[in-house]
């Protein structure tokens, strides 16, 4: 079974930038959908940006033109780098696959938080 940790959180000033990185430990990391999450306090967790195995790529309309996913299957890694920060972008970031998601299983995820 993958698990799965997250990097790269911490606090930034609005229009700023933060690049988080989501490592795997699984044999065979390409097969896997992974998608990037986020859970803002007192709201629900919402899909944020996904990238198929095949590297197609969607994104929320709330992040568009301003996150980017990118995955480096050789290093078992999917990033999301966040651009022009926005206070609305505070939350727990959380990557993970499909499948665990389905599931509704988690890891600890990574906090970010924008700021003045």
């Known amino acids: 079974q993958v698990q799965l940790v997250e990097s790269g959180g911490g606090l930034v000033q609005p229009g700023g930038s933060l690049r988080l990185s989501c490592a795997a430990s699984?044999?065979?990391?390409?097969?896997?959908?992974m998608g990037w999450y986020r859970q803002a306090p007192g709201k629900q967790r919402e899909l944020v940006a996904h990238?198929?195995?095949?590297?197609?790529?969607n994104y929320a309309d709330s992040v568009k033109g301003r996150f980017t996913i990118s995955r480096d299957n050789a290093k078992k890694t999917v990033y999301l780098q966040l651009n022009s920060l926005k206070p609305e972008d505070t939350a727990v970031y959380y990557c993970n696959t499909d499948q665990r998601a389905g599931r509704d299983s988690w890891g600890r995820g990574t906090q970010v938080t924008v700021s003045s």
């Open positions: 699984a044999s065979i990391f390409s097969i896997y959908a």
């Open positions: 990238i198929s195995s095949g590297g197609s790529i």
